[in-house]
């Protein structure tokens, strides 16, 4: 799930068109080298109004109200939050928070990831920039 700022590259799908990746994808960084030679360099569109979802994780203390606390200030960025999951260990207090927002940036990342620091109890945020 690139990001408009994210260093990118194009790669030749076999009946799929082109797929764009980070250049840091482990797809792309554990390609062999017979399709190494599909790849291709690809830059982002400037002055895009676009958005893209982007895949963020967040560890916190459990406590009644986090979802809310977070989900109202995505809603106050005026982001759109496509999906969330919400996972607690009663025994820790804790929970783990997988949030997908459509992000037009960087810079707007960036932004809310630091915002939602701000929110009592969050232990630790980051992108997701791997699944599986």
Do not use: M
Not at 11 to 39: M, P, W, Y
């Amino acid at each position: 799930k690139p990001l408009p700022g994210d260093d990118i590259v194009g790669f030749v799908t076999q009946g799929q068109g082109v797929a764009i990746h980070r250049k840091d994808c482990r797809n792309i960084l554990n390609l062999s080298d017979e399709k190494n030679s599909r790849l291709f360099e690809v830059d982002w569109q400037t002055n895009t109004a676009d958005a893209y979802p982007v895949d963020i994780s967040v560890q916190a203390l459990d406590r009644a109200g986090l979802v809310r606390d977070i989900t109202t200030l995505i809603a106050n960025e005026k982001l759109n939050l496509v999906g969330i999951t919400t996972t607690t260990s009663k025994s820790e207090n804790l929970a783990l928070i997988n949030l997908t927002v459509e992000i037009h940036d960087l810079n707007s990342l960036s932004h809310l990831l630091d915002r939602i620091k701000q929110i009592p109890n969050i232990f630790e945020i980051r992108r997701v920039k791997d699944l599986g």
